[in-house]
């Protein structure tokens, strides 16, 4: 599909002068994706946000991505439907495989609770520059955690196609790390997934 699309409106991708291995040299580390899913209030986003600041704090480059923050801008068109919901994650699946061309290292925290849209992501890297990290949190911990009011709302049926009450989450098979963020603090999940990013040789070892 894409490469027809591509030859129709005569697309031809350049190879520029600066190879991803230059520009990871220049940083000292390889560009990879850590990808949090789980439900909405599981916690993906603290953890990402904390693994991101120990990551800094070593002096590497990284970005970090919110559901919330990219819809306000690059997906503000797309609803919850399941199509939508696919095209939301093509979308950033896309943007962060420039982001890791570019050597940095991003910690992308999204429901994305499809395991065929997670399947497609993964197919976009190399072996070794998507980690797919499983933030499990039962439903009704996640309602007793969420600040927002969402799952009270989704109960209600005010808010329709929420995942883990009116729309379904397919929990990773095989993902490269299990979170049980119902037994452990955010702290202590984001020092294990800082330590496997040293095991799989995206930053060196201490």
Known sequence: MTEAITK???VTWF????SREDRETLHGHKGAVIWFTG????GKSTIAHLVEKELHQQGCSTYALDGDNVR????????????DRAENIRRIGEMVKLFVDTGIIVLSAFISP?????QKLRSLFHDGQFLEIYVDCPSETCSKRDQKGLYAKAKAGVIKEFTGISAPYEPPEQPDLVIRAYKQ???AAAEHVVYLIKQRNIIKAD
């Open 15 to 18: 190879n520029g002068y600066v």
């Open 114 to 118: 499809y395991r065929k849209d997670r």
């Open 8 to 10: 129709k409106n005569n």
């Open 185 to 187: 603090d955010a702290k």
């Open 72 to 83: 306000h801008g690059l997906c503000s068109d797309l609803v919850f439907t399941p199509e």
């Open 39 to 42: 439900l909405s209030a599981s």
